[in-house]
Structure formats: C-alpha cells, structure tokens
C-alpha cells in the first residue's frame, strides 16, 4: 500500500523521511529548510509542551515574550557567543516592498533599508540580557526565572525534519542570580527537569552529563546535557542547560547592589529544549509498521472499531460500546470510534499502527455474542480478547503498562549499547556498530578533534552517573596514554 | 509615589502608556516598534490563549504550524491581498554574517544573498494555501479546519503596546470547505465564538458585523468584525473573521474533485485576534488606580494581605487563614498571600490595585479578635467586612459577580454611547464627542472616503443586530440623500 515505509534495516534514514511524512507529522515547506508541522505532529508536540510547561511553573518559572528580531550589533557583544553558532542566520535588511514595473509583482524598496540590520533569533540570550538590565537592581529582584515558546531560526546547510530545520519551536529558559551557587543549581535543576520529562513523559531514557569545552553553548561556563540514543545506534542530543556565569551580564553591563551595598554582575542560565524532541520520539520508539507512542503523548490513546455488517450490527455494536466510550472518556482517557463504513477494517487497522494509537479495541459479531472484545497494543503488536465488561479497567492498566514498558524496553537497549573500551584500536572498531562507547580521555580539545576528525564520534558529555562498573575511576586517555579523570560517554550522533 | 498614572482625564493616551509600563505588563524593546510581553502581561495573554484554544477545539478545529518566512512571489499571487496590505512588512536577503575587518563586529556576508527574498510572514494565507494545494484532493479531504498560534509582522510606522506593534503574536484559522455555504457559515461561526469570548470571558461586549468593501481584508469577499467601545469614545476593532471565497484557492491552483466528479475550487476562511485584545480589555475597564482584570482573566484572583505586629500575630493570622487558602485553592481559586514584612500595607493595596487583582482579603488583630475579614473589590473599589467562616463561599459568589458586574458597566457605557443623526451637521457635532454613531450611508467608497477625511470616522460595520429602533429601516445618506438599507456603525478607531 502506498503507506508502506521503507525498513530500519534497509535503509534507517528513508525510514525516518517516510515515517514523518506518512503519519503526518510534517512535510517540507517552499521555504528552504523549513517544515509545515502538520496537525496529527502538532498535537503531540501541543502534549510535550504542555506537561513541560507545568514543570516549569511548578519549579517556580513565568512564561514572558521578547521580540522575534534582534539588532545585529547585540550578537558581537559576547564575544564567544558571536564566534560560536550565531552567523548562520537570517538577516533582515529591509522593511519594504514595492509593486514592479511590469505591475505584476513585488520587489524590495530599496528606499527602505534598515540602517542597522536585524537578526531573526537564532536564541535570545542577547535581547533578554539587554532587557534584564533593565529590571535588575538591587539583590531584591532577583531571582528572574522566565521561559518564552518561541519560534528561532539558524541558517543550517543540512537539514531534515524536527532533528535540523532552519526555524524550529522551542522554549528557552533565561534566568538571573544572585550568586554563581544559586545560578549553576538553577542550571542543574532544569537539567533534571528534562531528564525526567524525557524518561517518564517520552519514555525515552537519557544520559545526564556536563559537555566538554569543545562542545559547550558558545558564551557559557558550563552546559549540561540530555543524550538519548536512537534505535540506530546513533546518540542525539535532547536538551540542553547552560551555566552562563557572568558572562552575559558583563557584555551588556547587568549589575546589581548585592547584601552588602557593592556592585555585583548578575548570574545567568539559560536551558531549552525543542521540537527535536519529536525526532527523539519517532527514533526511541517506532517501527517498521509506523510511528509508536507512548500513553501520554498520545494525542488519541484510544481507538475502537467495530466490524460490521450492515446497520442492525453496526447499531448493537455502538449500543454496547457507548456506555464504555463515556466511561473511558470520564477517565480522562482520549477515544476515538471510527465506525466509517467506507474503509475497511484492514485499511484502519494499518492506519492507525501508522499513526501509533496505543491500544486498539475491536468489536465484531463474534465478540457481539460472546460479550468480549479484542485488545491489540501498538508497543508490543500483542492481541488479546477479554470480557467486554472490563474493558475500562483493563484500558486503563494497559496504558500504564505500555507507558512503563516502552521506557524498559529503550532502556535496556540503551544499557546494551554502552560499551568500555580502553585502547583507541578497539574504540575505532566498536564506534563502527553504532552505541555509546566510555573511554578514557586527556581532556584536551586536541585530542578531542582528532578523535572526532578519524572516527565522527564526539563526546557526548561526561555522564553525572556511573554506567558501568569503574566508568568514574581514574584512567589513561585511550589516544594519548596521558592521564585521565574518569571515562566520558563517546558516540556519533545526529 | 512613583507608580502613579496620569489620570485618564488629563492624557488618555499617556494614561495607558503609563498603565502598560507600571503595571508590568510589556515594555519597548530597543527594536523599533516590538515590544518585550512581561511575565504579568503574559500571564493574562496565556488565560486568553487556553480560553480561546478550548473553543476552538471544541468547534472542531486543530493547531498546526507553517514556515515564519513567505517567498517574495507568494504574495503577488493573490493581486488585492498584496495591493491591500502586504507591503509594509520585514524582507530577509541574506542568511550569514561574518566577522569585520577589524574582528570586533559582524558584518552581512553578501556572498550569502539568497536568490529569491524572503517575507517574515504579516499573515499566512499564501503559505498555507500553497501548503493546502497538496492536502486537498477530493471532497472527502474536506474541510480542513486548522488553526494557528503564531508571532507575526506588519511594519507599522507608529505603534503602540499591544495596540499596533510591529511584531505581534496572535492566532489564525485558515479552513477550507466544499461549498460557499459551508465556508460562509463558518467565518460567521467563528466571528460569534470571538463574541463569546469578548462578552463571557472579556467583559468587553462588542458589536457583531460585516466590513464596508473599504475595510475588508485585502483579499477576503466578507469581513466581519467584532467592534469594541474604549472608555475614551473610540472604537478598538477587536477580531476579524473573513470569508474568502476561491480567491486564495484560484491564486494557489487549490482544486478539488466534487462529488459530482467535476474539478471545484476550494472555499476559504481566516480568523484572527491577536495581543490586540490586551488593549482592548485595558482600555475597557481600567481606572485611574490601575488595571482592573474580569476574574476569568486574572493571574491571580484573591490577593490576602495580613496586618500584624510582630511574629506572634502574624502566626495566629496565618492559621487562621491557611485552611480558608486551601480552600479557595482546591476550587481552583488562584490566591496568593502576601505576608511580606518589609512592605507597608498601604503599599501593597496600591499595588495589587495597579495590577488589578480582582478581589483582596485583608486580616489585622481586630479582625483576629472579632473573627472577621475585610474584603475589597477592585472592579467598584468598595469594602465590606464579613464573617471569617464565610469566607470562601462570599469569595467564590463575589468573582462570579464582579464578572457579571463589569460586563454590565462596561455594556451601559457602550450602550449609553450609540447615538442615531440623520444629517452630517449632526454627524459631525457628534462624532467629536466619541461613541458609536448610527448613520444612513449611500454605500459608495467615495462617501465613505469623503466622511473619514473630513471627521476621521471611519464605517467600523454594518452591525449583525440592532441596536436603536428603527435602525435596520432604510433611509437616506447623510451626505449624499441617496437611498440606504439601513443604518451603519461609524466612529473614530484605534
């Protein structure tokens, strides 16, 4: 059938490209490296950013908005900020169109140029420190604690749908402190918050950890990382949390009057996650059948569908399954009853494994007679019958379980995935298979390059936690033979 | 003190301007004419959002999203849209900056000029009827009934907060349907669901009706608005719900196979309100003391202030009053208490009064010893102490109605300020004075020009009901004495 996706083992990324396409995720737009987020991929990203959303009000944060367009100048002020990642963006140099001469069409006003240009926000630590300033003055208005769901857009070269795309929806979180303490646990905190959005939301398991210089947000002290790995081997990074130090506070002059009457510059984070979220989603979880996802991403969890043959069935079907449609739905439980007679079941069925609904439920004549209804999991693609009269109680139970057994099931494969090695021979061999690898490293950038340059691997962070025995032990730099601190988490990554 | 307005009747304008500001609620930002949304400001944007979203869906819509930037040539495609007003508006040509010479700066790259320009988008229609061409095959694609939450730009020469920004977020529906009744419907659908909310959740009543072909969208067959009397006289246009037509449809070459088996276009819809309503909802309620905020809407609705001397009261106010917090809190009462000793009392009712909060409780020794509470609503400013122990249900019947009670002001001002003339003289007598005016009009654009250049009144519609008797009866114009169908809504507007 034409919804047919081409195999994870055939061809990983093809399967990826078809999977977003068929199950209406998104599509391409005329705008280079920019998507349409369809509907049905709408609704999942609207569930992500609802249950983020509560997390961070719970954690004490406010939502605010700050302008799309920032003045080029801003980007220079920081100076590694600049260097790092922000020219890559989209610039805008005029205010004006015109009609043409031929009447027919528009062009650019040239009367109409900005004198200084304007940058579509590839992140907004530069407007927002520009604007902290002005709300910063003494110890007591600190902490700021805002987040902002925004659009941004950094020019990419290469770019494929949720995992890199030219403009993608985000939220950024941008806090102000008091003290470098408060700051970095601030920092960590939110961390934390994404690691147990990903683990018990997604159902994606992640590996928590600090990144290198080398792959550090341009202009922070610190950043601290979410890595999950994808069902190819491949990590991605899911989230990231930045300890700004005083950085950006220095390039547009935040101070405050601090406990003691002195002057002090303002301490910053910033941490945000995006819709790359969803390419997580798709590539923890999905198969060759389509996408998988889990209960409470679900933007429908359940779908019934009665097989029928003429209206006097299709009528006693519906009369024995309303009554369970309104209890499901009184448990908050999200139903849908697709009784469309011009689709054949089979066409459904395949449909709906496509689109990851949870749990199906089936009713035919048999099942009309015997008082049972069948039960297939998207998960697992098990199929069970069961006494129709428990059907809510037994729905309920199953999303949990799928809910938990999805996160297992990523888990263990992730914990498969992560191997030692010691020397850099075995490292380049096993880095060839895809997963995680902990290494001993010297902790230089060069060597760090070089690792990247003969292999694409990079490093990934250096895990807060231990994953396998002895991973936090002193060592030698697997390269260099020079000492090293603990293991660091390697992979090649999207 | 510092957080004093300029009273109304000195400055209107300043009057808001000042009130914007001071109750935290946007400011400028240092790129001209966008405006930074504080958390407070936000924070009401946010109740707007999930109040319209819930109704949306409910009408049977879904979120999507579609590409920030527009090609150039996507906007000439439909002639009127780009004559009418897509002119003035933000044109991206490069996508990289480099540092500059002297390596303290950055510079546009103008090996990086993009072959076609790129439009950040002033409205969606042209992208997303490129998009829906693809989606829409046959009849049994239809309708598409999607809805999006987006930030937009339309360069305006003078703006004002939320009134007229250059940027400014909102939502827009664009919906597609089989027939030009099904699309009529629709546009007029969601033009009441606009009402609704205006009426229900705003307390901003607003009437209902369709544009002169003047004021229509460039591009739409039908306009209808929802107009909104401000405190000064003026009217705030406050939503527009457009019918179409195929115009869009046959610019994009968005046909349909009919159930007839013949090829139609597609009939078309877009609706919007935007961070407009912000002003509109200030603009109809506030005083000279501040924002006053209908319940529905405020961020917090119960603000508590305990008066005491020393711990020992402080503690025997805050027990008394915790299980009374807990109580209005799980019936989802949002209540903050503010025991913060290093603020004066006084300070803080002025604050809470400038921010709006709909309702302040406020407890010292006597009301300890007598078991009472004061309680003072900010929609009339009166106080009244009550029983302790009645505490939460006086509350929870009180907001139901100050939402009732500020409707109703807000509805006898407007409605005390629709007025009928039969001659211009009159008109032009009355128009100075501010308020609706219900005219004959001869339906020509040049009358309609000739009135606004020489009163500044514009036709804000020709209202769905009526609204003084005899108003849907025919008559003469004002200006011309050629026959009208009926009366016409004019007024001076933002």
Redesign the interface.
Known sequence: MAKELTPRAENYSQWYNDLVVKADLA?Q???RG??????YG??IW?KMQAELDRRFKETGH???????????????REAEH?EGF??????????????NETG???V??PEAKLEE????RPTSET?IW??YK?WIHSYRDLPIL?NQW??V?R?EMRTRPFLRTA?F?WQEGHTAHETREEAEAEAQKMLHVYGDFAENVMAVPVIKGVKSETERFAGAVDTYTIEALMQDGKALQSGTSHFLGQNFAKAFDAQFQNREGGMDYVWATSWGVSTRLMGALIMTHSDDNGLVLPPKLAPIQVVIVPIFKGDDQKNAIAEKLDPIIKELKSKGISVKYDDDSQKRPGFKFAEYELKGIPVRLCMGARDLENGTIEVARRDNLTKESINLTDTVSYVEKLLVDIQANMLKKALDFRNASIKTVDTYEEFKTEIEKGGFILAHWDGTAETEALIKEETKATIRCVPFDSYIAGDKEPGKCMVTGKPSKCRVLFARSY
């Open positions: 599509e737009s005329p705008v920019c998507m349409v987020i369809k509907p709408y609704a609207e406010v939502n605010a908005y700050f302008p799309l367009l920032i003045p080029k100048s801003f980007l220079s600049v922000a020219k890559e963006c989209a610039v805008v140099t005029h205010y004006r169109l015109k009609t027919d069409g528009v650019v006003d240009e304007l940058i579509v407007i520009n604007t002005g805002c925004a659009n857009m020019w403009e929806l």
